[in-house]
């Protein structure tokens, strides 16, 4: 009876509520979601948006998106794409603080930092390590917990920020904002989906993942 039950809803039209944990990373993942609700419009969306690690079985999620290498067993995962991280500033800003070429350079400037919410760290920047093995230490002229200010402050000549490249894509198109010490960055993430494993996946986990897989970095393919 479980396995008929299985088989009938594996056939059945994707509907129902969709509860679904990402990153705070909206500008990346929001237009792809308008389009999803349009062509599934049975199912609600129930978006929780948290840099948190939330325990996906626990706390009900249908599917979960995340940076990183997976760790959980009872989740399987699907890879959605890969992005780098780059050191940007607006040219206004370089005109008038320098172009930085260096670790050490990058004392004088204006830095635009990103602090973890759980731990309440900064985040490193993805440069080489100074001689004890340690993480640069640069000035901190601003902090914050998200993408899009970073890059807002960055735009308007506030500093230099490290971001995600599908972040600024647009704005380094349009020299709008300029890579630095792109030689010197070493660090790719990548995107995953995840979601329970042990069952077949519902029509509309389904959906949401082979919607997201084709849709999320299909600019880069």
Not at 16 to 32: A, D, E, N, W
Not at 144 to 166: H, K, M, S, V, Y
Request: aromatic fraction near 8%; include cysteine; charge should be negative.
């Amino acid at each position: 009876e479980a396995a008929q039950a299985e088989l009938s809803q594996a056939s059945a039209a994707p509907k129902g509520r969709l509860r679904v944990s990402l990153p705070l990373v909206s500008t990346l993942v929001l237009p792809v979601l308008a389009d999803f609700m349009r062509e599934y419009p049975d199912i609600q969306l129930d978006l929780d948006f948290s840099d948190r690690l939330v325990d996906v079985v626990e706390e009900g999620f249908d599917a979960v998106v995340r940076t990183g290498v997976p760790a959980d067993s009872r989740l399987v995962a699907r890879t959605l794409g890969h992005f780098q991280m780059v050191l940007v500033a607006s040219p206004e800003y370089l005109a008038t603080y320098g172009t930085p070429c260096s670790v050490q350079d990058l004392q004088s400037h204006r830095c635009l930092h990103f602090r973890w919410p759980h731990s309440g760290k900064l985040e490193a920047w993805p440069l080489p390590p100074e001689v004890d093995g340690e993480s640069p230490r640069l000035p901190v002229s601003m902090v914050c917990n998200n993408i899009e200010t970073r890059a807002c402050f960055a735009l308007q000549g506030c500093g230099i920020a490290c971001l995600p490249d599908f972040a600024v894509r647009q704005a380094l198109a349009d020299g709008r904002l300029v890579r630095v010490m792109s030689e010197q960055v070493q660090r790719e993430g990548v995107f995953h989906i995840l979601w329970p494993a042990g069952r077949q996946a519902s029509p509309k986990v389904r959906a949401l993942v082979d919607f997201l897989c084709l849709r999320v970095f299909a600019s880069d393919r």
